[in-house]
T-cell receptor
Framework: DQQVKQNSPSLSVQEGRISILNCDYT??????FLWYKKYPAEGPTFLIS?????DKNEDGRFTVFLNKSAKHLSLHIVPSQPGDSAVYFC???????????????FGTGTRLQVTL | DTGVSQDPRHKITKRGQNVTFRCDPI?????LYWYRQTLGQGPEFLTY????????KSRLLSDRFSAERPKGSFSTLEIQRTEQGDSAMYLC????????????FGQGTRLTVV
């Protein structure tokens, strides 16, 4: 039972354009969401997060949008750069149940390729 | 601060052998997590420690798996009688127990069971 889903395994975007990565979840009790970025042969690196009480969080070129009614979140990268090419994982937490523990439920990832 | 460190980076073992992995978390972090990632999947939670106490174990952690964090610092994950299905990337992460902090991951140990 995949509680966090990333239905696009890959995405190709031109440098300078917007990259939009999508994530859907099924468990309405999730109350905190994170995006991680992963390069080959490295562990995931935290990118940006959002609490379920918000609908938007922005950090530089990265913005995460949360639509609770649709159980959907998206990561926008503007402008996209070649160094953004990586696998992006969406992850969710049940903070109300686990306290502050980072017992993350991950999606399957989306491979982003930013072309010149 | 050198981040979360895992050793070895790669391990090839024959089916039926025992293997042990080590994780050194970021020094001031009191919580440590183990995840497993198989091909085409995201990382899956296995277990976590707060200081030396193992607080939760996933159903994925069969009785062939055991994890320890003896002094609340580094942790080991042992797999006994390895099976081909154990082949995966084993990731360790750590964080400090407060709100709005994210877990920091190590580079992982890639296990191949032949």
């Amino acid at each position: 039972d995949q509680q966090v889903k990333q239905n696009s395994p890959s995405l190709s975007v031109q440098e300078g354009r917007i990259s939009i990565l999508n994530c859907d979840y099924t468990n309405s009790m999730f109350d905190y969401f994170l995006w991680y970025k992963k390069y080959p042969a490295e562990g995931p690196t935290f990118l940006i997060s959002i609490s379920s009480i918000k609908d938007k969080n922005e950090d530089g070129r990265f913005t995460v949008f949360l639509n609770k009614s649709a159980k959907h979140l998206s990561l926008h990268i503007v402008p996209s750069q070649p160094g953004d090419s990586a696998v992006y994982f969406c992850a969710a937490l049940l903070r109300g149940y686990t306290g502050t523990a980072s017992k993350l439920t991950f999606g399957t990832g989306t491979r982003l390729q930013v072309t010149l | 601060d050198t981040g979360v460190s895992q050793d070895p980076r790669h391990k090839i073992t024959k089916r039926g052998q025992n293997v042990t992995f080590r994780c050194d978390p970021i020094s001031e972090h009191n919580r440590l997590y183990w995840y497993r990632q198989t091909l085409g999947q995201g990382p899956e939670f296995l277990t976590y420690f707060q200081n030396e106490a193992q607080l939760e174990k996933s159903r994925l952690l069969s009785d062939r798996f055991s994890a320890e964090r003896p002094k609340g610092s580094f942790s080991t994950l042992e797999i006994q009688r390895t099976e081909q299905g154990d082949s995966a990337m084993y990731l360790c992460a750590s964080d400090w127990g407060s709100m709005n902090t994210e877990a920091f991951f190590g580079q992982g140990t890639r296990l191949t069971v032949v």
